[in-house]
């Protein structure tokens, strides 16, 4: 081709080809790589020219630099030794359902600019609300449903925006300095963030005192919101978490609801983390009291196969969030939004611009069914049992929060400063990658066990190393 | 493959073919295909079962279902005859980019959860302000910076977010009820949209009268800041748009920057719908002013063969974005973040995850250069431009509004009935696809000139379509 020019179909098709062998053969040998990026600040961007091209490269070129420039500059998310932060774990289908949306190139923003973006979407929300066990109230055949958010940062953005619009009583335009958030210390960052953005500030969010376990004490929400509301403050938004991020700690949802729903607030329940697990009827305690919250969301891009962004986000009434976020300008009339027989997702989510990103939950979906989805969840959280048990048995080591599910916070016994020495040279050495948090003020490391290729060699080879890298440790502080 | 488990290497590589042939064929075939999808409500989601399958199901079932049921259910944003809204073009590149970023499934919310990640996004970004001619101080060396958006809603939001973290004097926790935004009625919609989800409502939006270009009056926009500050309202942003959604507007950039940093507020300089004409030396009139823009965005996925979502948000002065938007929690600290050398972009956005989407920005800058890149921008301008002189020529249709770019808005002598009819029949037709706005109070077409293959011989089609069925619809109410 002449450089500049478009490729042409048979230069995608071959070019095509070897990226889907390109991302085969990664995945079979991202488990050999160092999992966190062995790079110092500015490496990366110094084997790139300072300058763009002013002619086009051949494209041979630039799969080339992938490999020279780009993988040694990953930490590697898809290595099934990855137990830092949150699981991110992908799949084939996944990965197959971005494609299709990439090659198709429309925009969901409205019914209308792509009928089946929309319909389909919603239709996967159901199916997610189904295979979850959740309430009836966040299906879309009544006043409430579900849709697709980037992240749960914005659906807690969105349900904060939906509360307030609540508790003003229709007016966006109220000030804000009297609303009040709550949530534990151990609630996502995006809460803080949420209040900041809508202007509620930092101050604006009421921090609860959280019990043994990290979990939020209803008796000390019920406490801030008889405070607050004597004096003369408004309650807005209450964030339950199911499954904290720090340790996996679950509030007591039932018991929020009750005092939530005695005070007038909006009643957000985050289960990014760790919702997925409800997936399996024997874990759908997790749940408990959610068929009381006015909100819900929960990430497939952590822990059901599917590649971010895709999280779930569900209302048990779309009134408060669509009045709280649609404008229409004129050129976005059209006749199929003006009768009201359709949904306009643009209204439910901070961009207006949306990808079609249902397709790759439909496909995770079809090609697992619910029964395969379950296995993958018993296998984890077997795993991350399993895990804790040897943790418990140790004579070094101890757990540092209980482990409900598939995330093991452990601790060293001999205090914070091996343990994190522990974890640098754990990072350090790329055999595992692991992250931290405090808890009780105390430094420990969190165990994540969530990956698509993750097996139990992975798991125990991980305990191997922590036993050993611990002993290296202590041997060099007893000479 | 047993149903419910993984794919294999080997039914990715299969599969994976089968979708970069599925999305070459489209991509040949989608001239043929009626552009507005012609589906009712409902009839999309009627095709698919109600309820999950319980077990998977053999992956050429659902590639099937992708003919069967989303291809009816798609506005085929790609087809050469899509002329409505914006162009939102893709290319081969982008969509190789789309695949790997989706295979590599990285979070790049830190610099060290891929510093791949971080590193060649500052860098496009840094390419972006060269090919695009931007200010010095948007680039990454001094105290500004670039970051990809979502969208430019989100950048917008951004850009209020840092402007009222500013104007308060680094107090995020301020009221917001003071503070003003300032922009004209044919801004984006999202201006208003940001307005409201920080909290100063609709009310904290003063609407700009427009000039006979539908461009904001600078006159105006002065009168309007200084009877805010005599009534002890603070003025906090002023959005000038370079090329409105409408009509392709210029806001006289040069003007309002004056004027906005007289008053001491933050001067956001939309671009989105065309900036990316700046590629072009002899375009680059449309940013005269710009070096006293605090920020700036332009979105590649409107019109630089870049998939959705890719818009370039940046700030002169990256300082109180980040304070805006920055909140770290124990589990996302680590040495690099700590050191201060590195950029963390979750900083600089609402929401904390990322994709690697400097991906395939980086693939289509190489694979076009810059001169591919202007090239295909010219043919654009020249189709637009060429419509533009059949209109003036015409003694039934006439222009609504200057043609500066690649939009030209039209509208029948006859009166908006007709102009309204040809709308829906040939939108009905699925020949074409155009949209609506009104302008001068009178119903306008909107032809946006944009897409990777649309050529002569579309754009000419379009022109005989239009004047033919309006010779229809008059024919009939001469009946």
């Known amino acids: 081709m002449p450089p500049g020019q478009h490729m042409t179909?048979?230069?995608?098709?071959?070019?095509?080809?070897?990226?889907v062998d390109w991302v085969a053969d990664y995945l079979e040998r991202v488990d050999d790589l160092p999992v966190l990026s062995q790079v110092a600040p500015g490496e990366i961007r110094a084997r790139l020219p300072a300058n763009p091209p002013e002619d086009g490269e051949p494209f041979d070129d630039v799969l080339a630099d992938v490999d020279r420039v780009i993988v040694p500059g990953l930490t590697h998310w898809q290595s099934p030794s990855f137990f830092a932060y949150f699981p991110a774990n992908t799949s084939g289908p996944s990965i197959l359902g971005e494609m299709l949306s990439a090659g198709l190139g429309v925009q969901g923003m409205l019914w209308a600019t792509s009928p089946a973006c929309t319909e389909v979407e919603t239709l996967m929300l159901?199916?997610?609300a189904e295979l979850l066990g959740l309430p009836e109230r966040f299906r879309s055949d009544g006043a409430g449903g579900g849709v697709l958010q980037d992240s749960a940062s914005s659906a807690t953005l969105c349900a904060l925006l939906a509360a307030r619009e609540r508790s003003t009583g229709g007016s966006g335009d109220s000030p804000a300095a009297q609303?009040?958030?709550y949530a534990t210390s151990?609630?996502?960052?995006?809460?803080?963030?949420?209040?900041?953005?809508?202007?509620?500030?930092?101050?604006?969010?009421?921090l609860i005192p959280i019990d043994e376990h990290h979990a939020m004490r209803p008796d000390a929400l019920d406490a801030a919101l008889t405070e607050d509301v004597a004096a003369g403050r408004t309650p807005c938004l209450v964030?339950?978490?199911v499954g904290t991020t720090g340790s996996n700690a679950i509030d007591p949802v039932a018991a929020i609801a009750e005092i939530t729903a005695r005070h007038g607030a909006w009643l957000h329940v985050d289960a990014a983390m760790s919702g997925i697990a409800a997936l399996c009827e024997e874990l759908r305690w997790l749940h408990d009291g959610l068929d009381r919250a006015d909100s819900y969301c929960v990430n497939p891009h952590?822990?059901?196969?599917?590649?971010?962004?895709?999280?779930?986000f569900y209302v048990a009434d779309r009134e408060p969030l669509v009045r709280a976020l649609s404008i229409l300008p004129e050129y976005l009339r059209n006749v199929a939004s003006d009768s009201g027989a359709v949904v306009d997702y643009r209204d439910w989510q901070v961009p207006l611009g949306r990808r079609f990103r249902a397709l790759k939950l439909w496909f995770v979906i079809r090609h697992y069914g619910g029964s395969g989805l379950r296995r993958h969840v018993r296998e984890h959280v077997a795993l991350a049992q399993e895990f804790a048990d040897w943790v418990r048995a140790d004579r070094s080591w101890e757990l540092a929060a209980p482990a409900p599910l598939n995330l093991v916070c452990v601790r060293h016994r001999d205090g914070d400063a091996v343990t994190q020495q522990v974890l640098e040279r754990l990072n350090a050495s790329g055999a595992a990658y692991l992250t931290?948090?405090?808890?009780?003020?105390?430094?420990?490391l969190r165990v994540a066990i969530g990956g698509s290729a993750t097996g139990r060699a992975h798991v125990e080879r991980l305990w191997h190393l922590l036993r050993d890298t611990a002993d290296a440790v202590s041997s060099e502080s007893d000479r």
Chains 1, 2 share one sequence.
């Open 302 to 312: 952590k822990w059901m196969l599917t590649n971010f962004d895709c999280d779930c």
């Open 186 to 206: 151990e609630a996502h960052s995006s809460v803080e963030k949420a209040a900041r953005i809508a202007g509620l500030g930092s101050k604006g969010v009421h």
């Open 436 to 444: 931290h948090t405090r808890l009780d003020d105390r430094f420990v």
């Open 9 to 19: 179909a048979e230069e995608f098709r071959h070019y095509g080809r070897a990226m």
């Open 179 to 181: 609303l009040v958030i």
């Open 126 to 128: 159901d199916w997610m």
């Open 239 to 241: 964030v339950a978490t």
